[in-house]
């Protein structure tokens, strides 16, 4: 069983930044696959970072590449979404979600919601203009 706890979200202006945290607990094998994904309201939920926890790098989608950026702490077992010059359509319900280890899982090819058996509670970000 995997447990994940998010926390960081807040309200911030546009061009500001946050940092999402994604406190992880349970067998390691169970979260080799991370990912970030995000629900606006109205909208459906949106994968935007995959990352495998072999590889020091994440992929992203197109809408967030160069301004997100998520790493791992193995020592706390936390995971973070970094997110510098927020725009006002980043505003949404942020989650981060966690699986067995699956074919192309490091990339947001197949990023896909069906695919994360894990999912933390979600925190809110809204970014005014």
């Known amino acids: 069983q995997v447990q994940l706890v998010e926390s960081g979200g807040g309200s911030v202006q546009a061009g500001g930044s946050l940092r999402l945290s994604c406190a992880v607990s349970?067998?390691?094998?169970?979260?080799?696959?991370m990912a970030w994904f995000r629900q606006g309201r109205g909208k459906e939920r949106e994968g935007i970072a995959a990352?495998?926890?072999?590889?020091?790098?994440?992929d992203y989608v197109d809408s967030v590449k160069g301004r997100f950026t998520v790493t791992q702490d193995n020592a706390k077992n936390t995971l973070y979404l970094q997110m510098n010059n927020l725009k006002p359509e980043d505003t949404a319900t942020y989650y981060c979600?966690?699986?067995?280890?699956?074919?192309?899982?490091?990339?947001?090819?197949?990023?896909?919601?069906?695919?994360?058996?894990?999912w933390g509670q979600g925190t809110q970000v809204t970014v005014s203009s």
């Open positions: 349970g067998s390691t094998e169970s979260y080799a696959c």
């Open positions: 979600a966690a699986a067995e280890l699956f074919t192309g899982c490091a990339t947001v090819a197949v990023l896909t919601a069906d695919r994360y058996p894990y």
């Open positions: 990352k495998y926890t072999g590889f020091s790098r994440a």
